[in-house]
């Protein structure tokens, strides 16, 4: 089954929050695309965070962006297009 993206909005992050929030037996990733997404963690947390395959390693990594909504939508994807942007030039964001 293909994955689906839907770009996230600050009312649809709000109301997934209010909905699973008490109940969370585990936690949940909500795309945006482009390999950000907001994690809510099942210990009370919602982070936002980057995946991405490092230049020359070529491994998996993951970099943590801030916390919702003190950083927000706007700024998460301002980030990741910065990383990106890094990324095209071999660069690991990390670092």
């Known amino acids: 089954m293909p994955k ?6 600050d009312s649809k992050i709000k109301s ?13 990733k909500l795309s945006d695309g482009g390999s950000l997404y907001l994690l809510l963690d099942k210990k009370d947390g919602v ?16 970099i943590a962006i801030g916390v919702y909504p003190a950083y927000s939508l706007a700024k998460a994807r301002s980030k990741r297009n910065e990383f990106r942007e ?3 030039q071999n660069l ?4």
């Open 4 to 9: 689906v993206i839907i770009s996230l909005s």
């Open 16 to 28: 997934v929050i209010s909905t699973h929030k008490k109940s969370l037996d585990r936690n949940i």
């Open 47 to 62: 982070y936002w965070r980057f995946d991405y395959v490092r230049p020359i390693t070529k491994k998996r990594a993951t």
């Open 86 to 88: 890094q990324l095209t």
């Open 92 to 95: 690991d964001p990390q670092f």
